[in-house]
């Protein structure tokens, strides 16, 4: 990989960076599709743009369903016609009592990750306001659904279900456009939440920020392109445009959010 194409990205992607490399020379050289683990996206915005600037090859994102937001990238030579089938996506829904018990995104994603299987297996956690349904990669699906048997202190299973049984999600994104003084987290969160700088660097500092699912402890943090970050207590926050700049120099935004 060009050294150059660091430069267009963060200094700790560099390592993803690499592994997309990998893949890329992996299908270049077997002359065979490789397919990936659940990407964010984030990381689906750095494979596209590398694919694209690198090479010829193809490439194909799904999640399980349209408007998923944790997808499977399979990247393939110019002859192959892929199929959505081979994106080894489960999906299950989750049996629980619904009416003594009520569960989180964060509750299932916690007994998911408990199972010892890395996030990366797992793709988007969605619900229709009382049932819950999850997609797994079919390689480890079986072992997970095996060893879920309660989530927190509420007793469930986990049954695959077809494809025509996914619900369709309560909460969607709401576009929202903004003007911003700096692409700070801090300045970020205060602006779309109308909270002070201060309260938003608490918010930071207090470990209460994930910026694509990991925690972010510094307020100066720069966010970038399809950045999605998740403020506990208020909701979430993805950057899906970056517009230029207004008169007074402020950065013009598009974004997704999602309020608790």
Excluded: C
């Amino acid at each position: 990989m060009n050294v150059n194409v660091y430069q267009h990205f963060r200094a700790d992607e560099r390592p993803f960076i690499d592994a997309v490399t990998d893949w890329i020379e992996q299908v270049q050289m077997q002359y065979a599709p490789h397919l990936t683990d659940f990407l964010d996206p984030r990381q689906a915005y750095i494979a596209e743009t590398l694919i694209r600037q690198e090479t010829d090859l193809k490439f194909m994102f799904y999640g399980g369903y349209e408007q998923a937001e944790r997808r499977r990238l399979l990247i393939y030579p110019d002859y192959y016609e892929p199929t959505l089938d081979e994106f080894d996506i489960a999906i299950y829904e989750v049996h629980y009592p619904t009416k003594f018990a009520n569960l989180s995104h964060g509750k299932l994603l916690g007994t998911m990750l408990g199972t010892g299987i890395k996030r990366e297996y797992f793709g988007d956690i969605i619900s229709d306001g009382t049932a819950w349904q999850i997609f797994i990669a079919k390689e480890v699906a079986s072992f997970v659904a095996l060893q879920i048997v309660k989530v927190g202190n509420v007793t469930a299973r986990l049954e695959e279900q077809r494809y025509t049984n996914i619900l369709t999600p309560k909460d969607s994104w709401e576009e929202e456009k903004t003007t911003v003084s700096s692409l700070r987290l801090d300045t970020v969160i205060s602006t779309v939440f109308n909270i002070s700088r201060q309260r938003a660097k608490q918010l930071v500092e207090s470990g209460k920020i994930k910026v694509n699912w990991t925690e972010t402890l510094r307020p100066d943090f720069l966010l970038d392109l399809l950045d999605i970050i998740s403020v506990r207590g208020f909701g979430r926050i993805q950057l899906q445009e970056i517009e230029g700049k207004t008169k007074k120099d402020k950065i013009r935004l598009t974004l997704g959010v999602l309020r608790k």
